[in-house]
């Protein structure tokens, strides 16, 4: 049996985003922007889905994870109005995704932001806004590829 430990609940998604990485000392720009998906987000975190992580010799996830003073920005446009938020975030995990032809990376990242402040409190508000048709547009893509 496996227990979820996610400190909040999560929500499926399929938000477009840019990632860019920044060094925390020089408070500058060293990589990016990566464009991406965020697939699910919580309060805490995100599953993201990227195309690409490298750029020259840097690698979104092995470089931020190698020098602690750098991290992630992701750029969120959430629709409908598409309000935009800034969210730092630094890389736990990476994996492969494939489906068919479809060759990406799935990122998870931790938020560095109080979950509970209000920035966090207006993206969830502003999220939940046709939060469901999105999820079940990214749940018809996954699924009718997994019938056929």
């Known amino acids: 049996m496996i227990t979820d430990l996610r400190q909040s609940k999560r929500y499926t998604d399929f938000l477009p985003i840019s990632v860019s990485a920044k060094s925390g000392i020089k408070n500058s720009f060293v990589a990016g922007p990566f464009s991406g998906r965020i697939v ?6 995100a599953c993201l889905l990227m195309t690409q992580v490298m750029s020259k010799s840097f690698h979104i996830f092995h470089s931020t994870k190698e020098d602690n003073s750098l991290f992630l920005e992701l750029y969120i446009n959430v629709p409908p109005d ?3 938020f800034v969210v730092p975030a630094r890389p736990v995990w990476m994996n492969t995704f494939n489906m068919e032809d479809i060759r990406a990376f ?5 938020f560095l932001m109080n979950p509970d402040g209000e920035k966090m409190k207006h993206l969830e508000r502003i999220m939940g806004q046709k939060q469901k048709q999105r999820e079940e547009n990214w749940k018809s893509m996954t699924m009718a590829k997994k019938i056929e």
């Open 106 to 110: 799935k990122l998870g990242v931790d």
């Open 40 to 45: 699910d987000i919580s309060r805490h975190g």
């Open 82 to 84: 598409l309000v935009a």
